[in-house]
């Protein structure tokens, strides 16, 4: 009980909300005025456009977005339609997104596509189709995916509702959208180089053959290159493994290739899980990092510096930057501009992996 001897009722009172007509009687101008300085158009005076946002700060004035999107058409959502959403890497991706989206006066809506864990890469098909299904139902004003084959007609429903929608990371040409991608081949051809330049000649390639996943097919052409370019000629058959690019995978892998191999000084992977799953299998095998083998990953996910045994070599995809590009791009595709297509370049790492 209260003082007054009555029960709280547990209720917490909720906060009038302050409006424009609230803000227009302080500042004593038209509810026009106040709704052309809130949205900053129309030719309004400095003096005037000072003291209605004076006043708006001082009620602390919250837009309303849902009556906003009511007479502007818009939700001022973004959807976001990607896998694994626990993922540092991924979260790097959204949190350059949602950067951007406070900067534009936009919110992200999350909508995984990926909840049974089937593979490292993989997405579960009916999942995807239904989280844009939910992104479509919400009515946001854009989407973002990564996109799997198997699921075009879903994608190309999205388009046909005349939402803005781009992909990342990987393309499927026919949907004739545009992509914020990133130069795979060249990252993993620098990394090869690297390795090749300090006398490394037996490289072990851990990958992931599927023709879904373009990314880990770029890397593999990279380590292709690197190899053929300057004249060199590797057993690729010997020296390249496909696994699930987990860390189980790259350390089951490894050991195999090693196996077969056992001359190789040098493991590259077509991710940092199965990097490390690889340096965990080479230490239990007796092998020194760097001094007996190199290891090097690719993603540069944040454990990658923080490993306890060695630091891992890899190489880094500018994620929060692809996150602030889809944002602008869905920006600027909802409200009618065009925008082609981007290729970032990624950076080669060096920690103590590798040597």
């Not at 009556?67 to 939700?75: E, F, H, K, M, T």
């Not at 004739?176 to 330049?197: C, F, H, K, W």
């Not at 083998?293 to 190489?315: C, P």
Request: with cysteine; net charge positive; aromatic share 8%.
């Amino acid at each position: 009980m209260d003082e007054s001897g009555s029960r709280p009722s547990g209720k917490i009172k909720k906060k009038k909300r302050v409006t424009i007509k609230d803000i227009a009687a302080q500042a004593e101008v038209s509810l026009r005025t106040v709704s052309l300085v809130l949205n900053d158009s129309g030719s309004i005076s400095d003096a005037t456009r000072k003291k209605v946002l004076s006043i708006a700060r001082k009620l602390d004035y919250r837009p309303n977005l849902m009556a906003r999107g009511l007479v502007s058409d818009q939700s001022y959502l973004f959807g976001v339609n990607l896998p694994y959403l626990d993922l540092s890497f991924v979260h790097t991706i959204i949190a350059g997104m949602e950067r951007k989206c406070i900067e534009l006066n936009y919110a992200v809506l999350l909508a995984s596509t990926k909840f049974s864990d089937i593979s490292f890469l993989d997405s579960d098909i009916p999942t995807i189709e239904k989280s844009l299904e939910r992104l479509m139902y919400r009515q946001v004003d854009g989407i973002v995916c990564l996109p799997d084959r198997r699921a075009i007609k879903s994608y190309k429903e999205v388009i046909r509702q005349g939402i803005p929608i781009i992909q990342i990371l990987r393309t499927i040409p026919e949907l004739a959208i545009p992509s914020i991608t990133v130069n795979n081949e060249q990252g993993m051809y620098r990394a090869v180089q690297y390795l090749l330049d300090r006398g490394h000649e037996r490289i072990g390639f851990l990958t992931y053959r599927d023709p879904h996943f373009e990314e880990v097919a770029d890397r593999y052409k990279g380590y292709v290159r690197a190899y053929t370019e300057g004249g060199r000629w590797t057993d690729f058959k010997r020296f390249v493994i496909s696994c699930d690019l987990t860390f189980k995978g790259g350390y089951g892998a490894a050991k195999k290739i090693l196996a077969r191999n056992p001359g190789l000084s040098a493991i590259v992977a077509a991710t940092d899980y199965a990097a490390m799953g690889a340096m965990r299998a080479c230490v239990e095998m007796g092998k020194r990092i760097p001094e007996d083998i190199s290891i090097v990953g690719y993603d540069n996910m944040e454990f990658t510096e923080l490993q306890g045994y060695r630091t891992l070599t890899t190489v880094s995809q500018p994620k929060e930057q692809v996150g602030i590009l889809a944002a602008e791009y869905l920006y600027r595709m909802a409200h009618g501009e065009k925008v082609t297509s981007a290729v970032l370049e990624p950076e080669l790492i060096l920690r103590e992996s590798s040597v």
